[in-house]
């Protein structure tokens, strides 16, 4: 299960730091994030113990997605919302802080919610191309 060094989500999941926990069932957990970007920003993480989200199996994948809609309609009917980020760090790069798989639930609250810079290019066809069997290629040969 585990493929990297304990971190603070293993407490909150074993119960040895203390959360607002707002959901769990038997594979996922979901709680206020501590330091939130808006009012009700909410951490949705698998029970498996894996640091990013490919690495998940998936049937933790299945079990948030599952609960996913569920618990971003719960966030806007709690907090008044009506728009939301859902944001999903994986590796320091990306700006992971804690390497157990979460997805950010950030209502958008008036000027309150997710910072997003966009820098957009523009996809040039042979790239797009290239890019496709590659990506596809790979997809062949997983699973
Ligand atoms: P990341 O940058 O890894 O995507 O986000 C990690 C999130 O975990 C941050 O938003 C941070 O506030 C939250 N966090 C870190 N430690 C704790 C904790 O002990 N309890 C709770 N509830 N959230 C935490």
Redesign the pocket.
Known sequence: MSNHPET??D??LAGE?P??RVYEDDQVLA???????SSG?T?VIPKERKAQLDQLSDDAAAAIGRVMPRLCRAVMKATGATAYNV???NGASA?????HV?F?IIPRLGPDGLGIRWNPSSLNGDDAADLVRAITEALAQDG
């Open positions: 603070i989500f407490k909150i730091i959360c607002h709680f206020l994030d501590i330091g939130p970007l920003h951490l944001l999903q760090n700006h992971q802080a804690v390497m979460h950010h």
